[in-house]
């Protein structure tokens, strides 16, 4: 895998130079947001042949759509057990088929021939970090069956054949899920965007937005542009003008490092080539430039300079694979997300014109793609799958009590993840034990001599004696007992008479 994740300038990375719009302007379509989602919207309008106008208060992907690390497969943050709980069975399985778009939309753009450099791969582990064989059987049959997913359930011995740690357990692997260099697929997704006839601006922050009427308005410090259709992709960042759409979304800051080339025992102790994830949320990591480790784990509900964290890196690494030793982290990166309450994305038409795509959170990939898609065809096509999204509505986040509450919650679920952990690990060596013991003292036995015997070969077992047929009142009466072969009957004397 030919990747760089390294922090460079963006003319260093060969990017271009950043268009301000200084001039007024009239387009189909404005996008507001030029990550994940924004791109992709304009993407995909693009090619179906709309006007398409990005406005981008800063860089392309400058937060966490240019921050992450690339993995992509079907899914949302919602468990997909809570999700059918929600929605129901049918439209759960709608929404993952989407899901599932979103992800091959990634994997469509992210070719070295519409990318260079892009590296993608096939392959994502998610591991537990608790023995749930009956969980993952019951789960494998329905992503498989009523999915339509291509999963593998992997055993505690093939996870730790190509990870070596007893931290993790079962495993549910995805073949058809990939990865790619995140931070080179946001420039991409711009230029084929550009390709494609989106005209993108950078450092041109929106100061008002008037979504009256059949065409909407929008200001900007040196400029003002008109369009039909407004889309707010700017996550928690959308900035004064749309503050109350970014309440609904809590900030979620997490961050990555990527450690100094490791050489070959990398590869003898992480023998996976994919993305691993552990089902809790907690890690999630990867082989990058072929001898060093990408990791990402601390999260936090405020803000903070990413080298801050090396050292939480440096000792989850540890912890979890300890033959690793005390490895150093070479570049350290992150950016925010906004999570939702319930957990799913805000995609759809807040009034008529004015649509939303945010709330992405973890799954950040195929999620946007999929945003990308269904808003682009619903604006130009009628398609009005947006509307499986319209149970999960906005819900304030809760401000600065929200996000203390955020960082608890983030605590103790990784505290519990822990806990579960280790008490897994310890019932685990426990059973061990409890073999070994047993298979100890067998072996004693066996050399005492005071174990069960085992009949000789060729040796004839005696054959039991049948039990006595019990005998009747009537029978003895009458003095028609049978007499057996090796019983003999007493001559009744005198006194054995009965008296008449």
């Known amino acids: 895998m030919s990747e760089t994740f390294t922090s460079v300038p963006q003319e260093e990375a060969g990017f271009r130079e950043r268009i301000r719009l200084s001039f007024d302007l009239d387009a189909d379509i404005c996008v507001i947001g030029a990550g994940l989602a924004g791109l992709s919207i304009a993407l995909e309008a693009a090619r179906l042949g709309a006007s398409v106008a990005v406005l981008e208060g ?22 997909l057990a809570d999700l059918i709980e929600r929605i129901g069975f049918e439209d759960a399985r709608e929404l993952w088929a989407l899901s599932k778009e979103g992800a091959e939309f990634v994997r469509a753009n992210a070719t070295e021939e519409n990318m260079p450099g892009i590296g993608p791969s096939d392959g994502v582990l998610e591991v537990s970090n608790v023995d749930a064989g009956d969980r993952l059987i019951s789960r494998l049959q329905m992503l498989n069956e009523d ?26 692997y995805y073949p058809k899920a990939l990865q790619v260099d995140g931070r080179k697929y946001v420039h991409g997704l711009a230029a084929l965007a550009r390709r494609a006839g989106a005209r993108i601006f950078e450092d041109t922050p929106v100061v008002s937005i008037d979504h009256s009427g059949i065409r909407k308005r929008i200001v ?20 004064a003008p749309l503050r109350r759409l970014s309440e609904t979304l809590l900030p979620v800051w997490r961050y990555a490092g990527i450690t100094a080339p490791l050489g070959e025992r990398l590869h003898e102790i992480i023998a996976f080539k994919g993305s691993v994830m552990d089902s809790d949320g907690v890690d999630h990591f ?18 903070a300079r990413p080298q801050r964290f090396a050292g939480g890196v440096k000792r989850r690494i540890r912890s979890i694979f300890p033959a690793l030793g005390d490895v150093e982290v070479a570049d350290m990166f992150g950016g ?42 619903s604006i130009l096509w009628g398609d009005d799958r947006w509307k499986l999204f319209s149970p999960f509505e906005l819900v304030w986040a809760g401000g600065a009590t929200g996000r203390v509450a955020g960082q608890m919650v983030g605590l103790w679920g990784r505290a519990t993840s822990a806990a579960a952990g280790t008490l897994a690990r310890y019932r685990e060596r426990a059973r061990v034990k409890d073999r070994e013991r047993e298979a100890r003292l ?40 049978a007499q057996g072969p090796d019983r003999t009957p007493e001559p009744a004397g005198q006194d054995d008479r009965v008296p008449q």
């Open 58 to 79: 800063r860089h392309i992907g400058w937060n966490a759509s240019g921050n992450q690390l690339g993995t992509v497969m079907p899914g949302f943050a919602l468990p």
């Open 220 to 239: 900007t410090p040196s400029a003002r542009l008109r369009a039909t259709h407004i889309v707010l992709a700017g996550n928690i960042h959308l900035g």
């Open 336 to 377: 925010a997300t906004g999570q939702t309450v319930h957990g799913m994305p805000q995609i759809g038409q807040l009034r008529k014109g004015l649509w939303v795509a945010s709330g992405f959170g973890r799954q950040g990939m195929n999620t946007s793609a999929m945003a990308g898609q269904l808003i682009a065809r």
């Open 147 to 172: 999915f339509d997913t291509e999963v593998e359930g992997w055993q505690v011995d093939r996870v730790r054949q190509m990870l070596k740690t007893d931290h993790y357990f079962h495993g549910v």
């Open 442 to 481: 067998a072996e004693a036995n066996r050399a005492a001599g005071t174990g069960p015997r085992r009949p000789l070969p060729g040796a004839v077992r005696p054959r039991p004696t049948p039990a006595p047929e019990p005998v009747s009142q009537d029978a003895v009466a009458h003095g028609s007992v």
């Open 286 to 303: 990867r082989i990058v430039d072929g001898d060093r480790l990408m990791w990402e784990s601390p999260e936090t509900t405020w803000a």
